[in-house]
């Protein structure tokens, strides 16, 4: 009897893993079918779309339309393609993510480790400043970025995304020291280790998973922004996602089809490009707060 | 004047005083103990003289020379923590390097440094791998080397011991009073544990509700507690407390105890007692178990062996010596007999009371009375 019981659960296991896969088969299969869609239609000329049979495979493969995305097709009055405007993303992104990152490792530190009079107040505000929409801001910040001097600019638009960064960073890293065992700091301040130097020795150094998270987190909302990008950018400052919204409602001429959905892929292979790379980290990370151990 | 001095020194986190008003004197080469219960002061005190807590009033002086205000880092002392607290990140001859790099030390001059305290602590074949890849007794080690490589005036060590296996605990404590003797080292050691306190301290403060209940040596300790809390933290067993009444005839005082089965039995004091002025009051008596034996295993020097009859309630035998409970004066009371005595539960047998370590409370202020 016994064995007969056992043998039983093994089986509605297996048979209730089956529904579970086929399930998440059906799942996954829903979520690739834009991409697949995108990336059939962004190698194959514009007849064949214009044809129909969006979900068939080219008959005359070409790289044209990605070329065409690249570097001639019309953005706005500009026919330069999304290259100069790739660059502005990263230009943008990359010091945004980094400051923000560092920044919010250094109030982690502060928060956990050298804590003062009121620092749950603060640590609250800049919680607060996570979940503040950002359409409330828009007047407020451009006319701060004016007063700056940097309104239109690439610094304006890192500055923008640095102020909204600073409190998820702060957050992750806040978390992740909380569970940093004090006594080192303590041992790292008897050995005669100043903040900074505890910092940038103890502390950095075991921050891996929780910076792969942070920046993760970061690089995939800054480059996905459009608000901030629509609202406070000028034409030579644009980041990749307006100018991919003013390459697809472009009105003149035929629609090209096929470079909308070239230019769309490339808008969006950067972040999915940091979650192959990281991504492993990304889960562990996630965790690694929340489980003692 | 001593080598560490702590004079007056206080400690309140708002309005809640986790420490009184403390005096300590330590000599240089002295190792102090701190035990007691958590959350009795001994780490706070710790951690003030250690310069990670402020002093709220009061003075720390260390050589002389005031420690208020002073950053840890220019105290001179080094400190050994209960996680042992290595860098993860480094390896073991750079977390040993790293207090003397910070101060400025040469790298030909750390390394060196470095090479000479892993011979002391026979660590070389560590001094490559990472933290992670230690054992705990190892990490010990480390850790007692880092401290060691600074030369400091002062050793603090945080219940460095409490995350070891028992029989490591009793090595490395075994290595910590040799590393003691053989460096001649001022120590101040946090502890919860009375048997490392006995064992390691030349003295030491025994700790509670943020007081100093008695400091003195481990001799002074152990057989003259100043109050009962004292008389029952330190030791193990602990010591038999039981209320008793003292009665005077003809000048000489003895102690009433109420027996189990309702009778009463009178122990005189040791000779030399004081106890003739406490005449009919109520006391609470206390006798620790190695002074409660069988008749053959009383010790033969004292002059104040009497004999009490009473039940066996349960036998504990522990390879070298029998625990033996019974009842005195409506208490549990231990006592401690030869192994090869043959004694069960039920038994009625005479057990030999050593009223030459007999001591004597007031039951109302809980402090020593004679």
Redesign the interface.
């Known amino acids: 009897m016994a064995s007969n019981a056992s043998a039983n659960v093994v089986r509605t296991g297996a048979g209730s893993r089956y529904v579970i896969y086929a399930i998440l088969t059906l799942f996954c299969l829903y979520y690739l079918l834009p991409l697949y869609v995108m990336a059939v239609n962004s190698l194959k000329p514009l007849s064949e779309i214009q044809a129909g049979g969006m979900m068939a495979l080219p008959s005359q493969w070409t790289i044209a339309p990605w070329q065409s995305a690249w570097s001639t097709a019309q953005i706005g009055v500009d026919a330069t393609g999304l290259r100069p405007y790739f660059l502005n993303s990263i230009l943008m992104v990359v010091p945004a993510v980094a400051i923000s990152t560092v920044l919010g490792a250094l109030n982690g530190y502060v928060l956990t480790k050298w804590r003062f009079r009121g620092d749950t107040i603060v640590f609250g505000l800049l919680l607060f400043g996570c979940f503040i929409p950002f359409q409330m801001v828009l007047i407020p910040m451009a006319r701060m970025l004016g007063l700056m001097g940097i309104a239109g600019t690439v610094p304006g638009l890192i500055f923008v995304h640095l102020v909204y960064g600073i409190g998820f960073s702060t957050l992750y890293f806040r978390n992740y020291y909380q569970q940093f065992p004090t006594e080192l700091v303590r041992a790292a301040m008897i050995d005669g280790a100043g903040f900074f130097m505890i910092f940038r020795r103890i502390m950095l150094p075991s921050s891996g998973p929780i910076a792969v998270v942070c920046i993760i987190w970061q690089f995939t909302n800054i480059w996905n922004d459009f608000l901030f990008g629509a609202s406070f950018s000028d034409f030579d400052s644009q980041p990749m996602t307006v100018a991919l919204n003013n390459l697809v409602q472009s009105s003149t001429g035929v629609k090209e089809y096929n470079v909308h959905f070239a230019g769309a892929i490339m808008a969006a292979l950067p972040t999915l490009l940091v979650y192959i790379v990281a991504g492993r980290y990304f889960v562990r990370g996630l965790m690694a707060g929340s489980v003692k151990g | 004047m001593g080598f560490l001095d702590i004079n007056n020194a206080t400690k309140s986190y708002g309005s809640v005083k986790v420490l009184h008003e403390t005096d300590i004197s330590v000599e240089e080469g002295e190792f102090l103990v701190l035990v007691g219960p958590s959350g009795c002061g001994k780490s706070t005190l710790l951690n003030m003289i ?3 807590e402020e002093v709220t009033s009061g003075d720390i002086s260390i050589k002389g020379r005031s420690m208020n205000g002073v ?3 220019d105290r001179n ?3 050994v ?3 042992y ?1 290595l ?3 480094m390896n073991v001859a750079k977390n040993i390097a ?2 003397l790099e ?2 400025g030390v040469a790298k030909d001059e750390r390394d060196k440094a470095v090479a000479e305290v892993a011979d002391l602590l026979q660590m070389r074949h560590l001094l490559d791998r990472k933290p992670s890849q230690l054992s705990g007794g190892q990490r010990q080690r480390v850790a007692m080397g ?1 401290a060691l490589v ?1 030369n400091p005036d002062v050793f603090l060590f945080d219940e460095p011991l409490s995350n070891l296996d028992a029989k490591l605990r009793v090595d490395m404590r075994t290595e910590i009073k040799k590393l003691h003797q053989k460096l001649g080292t001022t120590i101040v050691y946090v502890t919860h544990d009375q048997i490392e306190a006995l064992t390691l301290s030349t003295r030491i403060a025994v700790m509670f509700g943020g007081h100093v209940q008695q400091l003195g040596t481990p001799k002074e300790i152990y057989d003259n507690p100043a109050n009962i809390f004292v008389a029952g933290f330190m030791g193990s067993p602990s010591m038999n407390l039981f209320p008793a009444k003292v009665q005077v005839e003809n000048g000489a005082a003895a102690a009433r105890i109420d027996l189990a089965d309702g009778a009463t039995v009178s122990l005189p004091f040791a000779p030399g007692n004081t106890m003739s002025g406490y005449d009919t009051q109520e006391i609470i008596l206390g006798i620790r178990p190695e002074a409660i034996t069988d008749e053959d295993g009383a010790d033969r020097k004292s002059q104040a062996i009497h004999r009490i009859e009473t039940r066996v309630e349960v036998t504990e035998p522990a390879g070298s010596d029998i625990f033996v409970v019974s009842h005195l004066g409506g208490k549990e009371v231990t006592g401690r007999f030869r192994a090869d005595v043959d004694v069960s539960p039920g038994d009625v047998f005479p057990f030999a009371v050593n009223m030459d370590k007999a001591v004597a409370f007031d039951p109302k202020t809980e402090m020593r009375i004679g």
């Open positions: 250690a310069g990670l950053r840890p880092a002392i080094a400190m923590f209960q996680s607290a860098y993860p990140n790293f207090g910070m101060h880092r600074r």
